[in-house]
C-alpha cells in the first residue's frame, strides 16, 4: 500500500481511482508539519510501517534580482527543501518505519546550472542535494538511506506554467536527447527504493537527457 500526499483532491482522487486497492490518498500540504505527520501516523496505523518515501512536492516562480521577491523565495524554499527534510525526519523515526527506509528527494540540474530568474528554486534544489549529504550521515546508523535525483527540463504542469513566462527554447534544445516525460524520471526513482539500491546513500542522481553533458 502507498500513501499519496498532496494538496490537489481532484488530483489525488484521480491517482486512486486508477489503483484503490494500492494507494490510499490524503490531501494535506506538506508545509503543514503537524498535518504531515498525522497523514504519515494514520496511515501506518491502518496499513503498517513504512519502507520509504518520496518528496516530489515543490513550486517555482521568478525571482529575479531586480524584483526579489523574499516571500515567493521563502514559500519556494518550505516546499521544495524543508518540507523534503520533515518528511525523512518522520519517515525515519522508529515508531513509523522499518529499519533501512529508502528516501528519495527531487532535486534538479537548476541547482548545477543556475537558470536566470531562477534564484530561489536553483538555490533549494542545491540545497536538497546538500541536505541529502547531512541527512545519510545521520541516519545511516538504523540502515536508513537518503538519495536526490535531479532531473533535467520533464514536460508536467509546472513546467508548462514557466514556458508561458520564460523563453525555454534554448533549455528545451540542450537536452540532447529531448525533453523527458515523468516517466523518465519515476523509473530511476522506483530503481532507488528497492533493495537493489541498498548500498547507495547520500549521492544525486541526474536524469537530464544529457542536459550536463
Request: aromatic content about 6%; hydrophobic content about 45%.
Amino acid at each position: 500500500m502507498v500513501l499519496g500526499i498532496g494538496r490537489r483532491t481532484d488530483a489525488l482522487a484521480a491517482i486512486q481511482s486508477q489503483f484503490p486497492d494500492k494507494i490510499f490518498a490524503v490531501q494535506c500540504d506538506v508545509t503543514i508539519f503537524s498535518d504531515l505527520e498525522t497523514a504519515i501516523s494514520s496511515f501506518v496505523a491502518r496499513c503498517g510501517k513504512l519502507n520509504g518515501c518520496v518528496h516530489a512536492a515543490g513550486i517555482s516562480g521568478l525571482t529575479p534580482l531586480k524584483v526579489f521577491d523574499p516571500v515567493l523565495a521563502q514559500r519556494i524554499l518550505e516546499v521544495s527543501l524543508w518540507s523534503a527534510v520533515k518528511l525523512v525526519q518522520i519517515v525515519t523515526k522508529v515508531k513509523y518505519s522499518e529499519k533501512g527506509t529508502s528516501s528519495v528527494l527531487i532535486s534538479s540540474v537548476s541547482a548545477s546550472t543556475g537558470e536566470k530568474g531562477m534564484l530561489a528554486y536553483s538555490a533549494a534544489k542545491a540545497g536538497v542535494r546538500t541536505a541529502v549529504k547531512v541527512l545519510a550521515k545521520e541516519v545511516a546508523p538504523k540502515g536508513h538511506r537518503v538519495v536526490s535525483v535531479s532531473p533535467g527540463w520533464v514536460k508536467t504542469g509546472m513546467t508548462g506554467q514557466i514556458s508561458q513566462v520564460v523563453d525555454t527554447e534554448n533549455v528545451e534544445d540542450r537536452h540532447l536527447l529531448g525533453c523527458g516525460k515523468p516517466e523518465d524520471v519515476s523509473g530511476v526513482v522506483l530503481f532507488l527504493l528497492s533493495d537493489r539500491t541498498s548500498w547507495m546513500t547520500g549521492t544525486d542522481i541526474v536524469v537530464d537527457g544529457g542536459y550536463l553533458a
